[in-house]
C-alpha cells in the first residue's frame, strides 16, 4: 500500500526557513518522481517542485528559494523552504504517481506570518 507522509510545517516568520520531510513506502521509491504542491488559503492546489533521478523542476514563483532533494535509501525527499514570504502560506502536500495512480500525503501546514 503506498503512503506519503508529511511532516516539518510549522509557524514562521517572513525570511525565515523550514525543511519539508516526506517518507514514503509500498513502492519502489527510487523509479518514481516525487514532487511537492500546495493549497494556499482559498485557492487552488498549485505545483511546488519536482525530483527525479536525473534532475529536479521548480515553479517560478519559489525557483531561488525552495529545494527538493531526495534520498532513494532511505525513501524520502524534502524541500527546503528559505526565505519565505506570506504568500508561501500552505497545506504542502507530497504526490508521487505510481503505476498510473495518483497518491497524496496528507498534508502539512505552513503559515509564514510576524
Known amino acids: 500500500q503506498v503512503q506519503l507522509v508529511e511532516s516539518g510545517g510549522g509557524l514562521v516568520q517572513p525570511g525565515g526557513s523550514l525543511r519539508l520531510s516526506c517518507a514514503a513506502s509500498?513502492?519502489?521509491?527510487?523509479?518514481?518522481?516525487m514532487n511537492w504542491y500546495r493549497q494556499p488559503p482559498g485557492k487552488e492546489r498549485e505545483w511546488v517542485a519536482t525530483?527525479?533521478?536525473?534532475?529536479?523542476s521548480y515553479a517560478d514563483s519559489v525557483k531561488g528559494r525552495f529545494t527538493i532533494s531526495r534520498d532513494n535509501a532511505r525513501n524520502t525527499v524534502w524541500l527546503q523552504m528559505n526565505s519565505l514570504k506570506p504568500e508561501d502560506t500552505a497545506v504542502y502536500y507530497c504526490?508521487?504517481?505510481?503505476?498510473?495512480?495518483?497518491?497524496w500525503g496528507q498534508g502539512t501546514q505552513v503559515t509564514v506570518s510576524s
Open positions: 504526490y508521487a504517481r505510481v503505476r498510473r495512480v495518483d497518491y
Open positions: 509500498g513502492f519502489i521509491f527510487s523509479v518514481y518522481a
Open positions: 525530483i527525479t533521478n536525473t534532475g529536479d
